[in-house]
T-cell receptor
Framework: SQTIHQWPATLVQPVGSPLSLECTVE??????LYWYRQAAGRGLQLLFY??????ISSEVPQNLSASRPQDRQFILSSKKLLLSDSGFYLC????????????FGEGSRLTVL | GDSVTQMEGPVTLSEEAFLTINCTYT??????LFWYVQYPGEGLQLLLK?????DKGSNKGFEATYRKETTSFHLEKGSVQVSDSAVYFC????????????FGTGTRLTVIP
């Protein structure tokens, strides 16, 4: 069966510090991968998606970046965090041809102070 | 463009009450429709789905019927439990493509004993 894991689950970082959130998928190959952000009291915002290794599409301009160094690994990064980057970050995957149904990770709560 | 509008929350109900969360959509084609649920502190998980008009998705006592004539996919449950307390997201997937899944803003449900 397929599983998705992301870490860390909770992160408290000062403004201006770097960020790295990691997500891995097991039990499937060549998935579409996604990073969403859920700000307090708001819905889901698609940040990045990837249809293959090294292929990243960004949905919104921001100081975050994403990378896909391996087929089932998706990394969300920032060189310098802003207060507005605080939120709940969700990694997800779907089968090709989708997105159709998304399968989400457990989420990572980031607080920038 | 495609979009989903769902009823604003929060919704507070007593245990065993009837639940309806409204969801309407706008789409250019013939979308698939989904309800996702997010329990406190967790990622989203698929609750139910419907892929064509008049289909009824059901799971865990929840159901929703794909109504093309009213462009709606309202979520219902006859008797809610405290364990149903969560945030519910309506979503649609229209054209093929990794970024073509659109979420509503979510409705928070609290069920009190």
């Amino acid at each position: 069966s397929q599983t998705i894991h992301q870490w860390p689950a909770t992160l408290v970082q000062p403004v201006g510090s770097p960020l790295s959130l990691e997500c891995t998928v097991e039990g499937t190959s060549n998935p579409n991968l996604y990073w969403y952000r859920q700000a307090a009291g708001r819905g889901l915002q698609l940040l990045f998606y990837s249809v293959g290794i090294g292929q990243i599409s960004s949905e919104v301009p921001q100081n975050l970046s994403a990378s896909r160094p391996q087929d089932r690994q998706f990394i969300l990064s920032s060189k310098k965090l802003l207060l507005s980057d605080s939120g709940f970050y969700l990694c997800a995957w779907s089968l090709k041809g989708g997105p159709g149904e998304l399968f989400f990770g457990e989420g990572s709560r980031l607080t920038v102070l | 463009g495609d979009s989903v509008t769902q009823m604003e929350g929060p919704v507070t109900l007593s245990e065993e009450a009837f639940l309806t969360i409204n969801c309407t959509y706008t789409a250019t084609g013939y979308p698939s429709l989904f309800w996702y649920v997010q329990y406190p502190g967790e990622g989203l998980q698929l609750l139910l789905k419907a892929t064509k008009a008049d289909d009824k998705g059901s799971n865990k006592g929840f159901e929703a019927t794909y109504r093309k004539e009213t462009t709606s996919f309202h979520l219902e449950k006859g008797s809610v439990q405290v364990s149903d307390s969560a945030v519910y997201f309506c979503a649609l997937s229209d054209l093929p493509g990794a970024n073509n899944l659109f979420f509503g803003t979510g409705t928070r449900l609290t069920v009190i004993p």
